[in-house]
């Protein structure tokens, strides 16, 4: 899948695993959650009230677009989150999970 971003420069830090929706994915040690997804995906999440795709707003913080989920429950911030190793992330609300 081709990411909504590319990343053009920084590449030299160390990567970070995570998983997003159930496949491996890869970040770099410093990434945000939204840095991270949206350079696998071309969206953050659905939108809960409608059909909507979400890719963050504001980028700091203060709009709440970028609410996600992780496979344990907790939602997170995906703009102000750093990306950890192993974390496991989706897109879609847990109500939508097999």
Same mark, same amino acid.
């Given at each position: 899948m081709t990411g909504r971003i590319q990343r053009l420069s920084e590449t030299g830090r160390p990567p970070v695993g995570f998983w997003l929706d159930g496949r491996p994915c890869t970040a770099m040690r410093g990434d945000t959650v939204l840095t991270a997804v949206l350079?696998?995906?071309?969206?953050?999440?659905? $939108?809960?009230?409608?059909?909507?795709?979400?890719?963050?707003?504001?980028? +700091?913080?203060?709009? !709440? $677009?970028?609410? +996600?989920? !992780?496979?344990?429950?907790?939602?997170?911030?995906?703009?102000? *989150?750093?990306? *950890?190793?192993? +974390?496991?992330l989706r897109t879609d609300t847990p109500e939508a999970w097999p």
């Open positions: 350079a696998h995906a071309r969206n953050l999440r659905r $939108d809960e009230f409608g059909p909507e795709a979400r890719a963050g707003f504001c980028l +700091m913080g203060a709009c !709440q $677009d970028c609410w +996600m989920w !992780q496979e344990e429950g907790p939602r997170l911030r995906a703009c102000s *989150t750093p990306v *950890t190793e192993g +974390m496991r």
